[in-house]
């Protein structure tokens, strides 16, 4: 079975301070990756995701993570936060045939 | 193309009454999921269709809970006799049916069910 760790449950950040918020998953077979995003009263928006191909993948608004398969990790990082970055970030995996496995969500806090 | 909707969005109920949310996907997504969110945690995965068919079920879907989609459109999810452990943001989502090896599910905004 996969599970996933998110080890931050809440992260404060300055605004123009650069973050990152940590990722590991565990699983006995090859996993798709990814980091979704909830705004406060509303639904969950895929941030960006790691099906193949390069490991370093990027969001429209400048978040990156980096799929490492050794540390069996993926976590998320922007060199310089806005206040408008604020929400809850939940990383979560997929196997080929299952269904996703989120992780128990970071909420990121970005203070003026 | 208006996304992905859920009605109600918050409902409060007292303990041992039925309750049934709606969900309404993307038009013209055939696949749609129901997941569970307690508060400090992720979504966890309930149940899913494709068209009208109820393909999966997890083991967290306890017999009072039940879920429908009959015309392959929207879906309902009814919770009978709730208990206070029901609380939580029921969240719905839909997408194509996966070509290859994955389609992005789309999420709706939820809904909030207190139990009292």
């Known amino acids: 079975a996969q599970s996933v760790t998110q080890l931050d449950s809440q992260v404060p950040v300055f605004e123009e301070a650069p973050v990152e918020l940590r990722c590991n998953y565990s699983s006995s077979v090859s996993v798709y990756l990814f980091w979704y995003v909830q705004y406060p009263n509303q639904g969950l928006q895929l941030l960006l995701k790691?099906?193949?191909?390069?490991?370093l993948v990027e969001s429209i608004n400048g978040f990156k993570a980096e799929f490492n398969k050794s540390q069996t990790s993926f976590h998320l990082r922007k060199p310089s936060v806005h206040i408008s970055d604020t929400a809850e970030y939940f990383c979560a995996v997929l196997t080929y045939g299952q269904n996703f496995v989120f992780g128990p969500g970071t909420r990121l806090s970005v203070l003026p | 193309d208006t996304g992905v909707s859920q009605n109600p969005r918050h409902k409060i109920t007292k303990r041992g009454q039925n309750v049934t949310f709606r969900c309404d996907p993307i038009s013209e997504h055939n696949r749609l999921y129901w997941y569970r969110q307690t508060l400090g945690q992720g979504p966890e995965f309930l149940t899913y269709?494709?068209?009208?068919?109820?393909?999966?079920k997890s083991r967290l879907l306890s017999d009072r809970f039940s879920a429908e989609r009959p015309k392959g459109s929207f879906s309902t999810l009814e919770i009978q006799r709730t208990e206070q452990g029901d609380s939580a943001m029921y969240l719905c989502?839909?997408?194509?049916?996966?070509?290859?090896?994955?389609?992005?599910?789309?999420f709706g905004p939820g809904t909030r069910l207190t139990v009292l």
């Open positions: 269709f494709q068209n009208e068919a109820q393909l999966e």
């Open positions: 989502a839909s997408s194509l049916a996966p070509s290859g090896s994955y389609n992005e599910q789309f």
């Open positions: 790691y099906l193949s191909g390069s490991t």
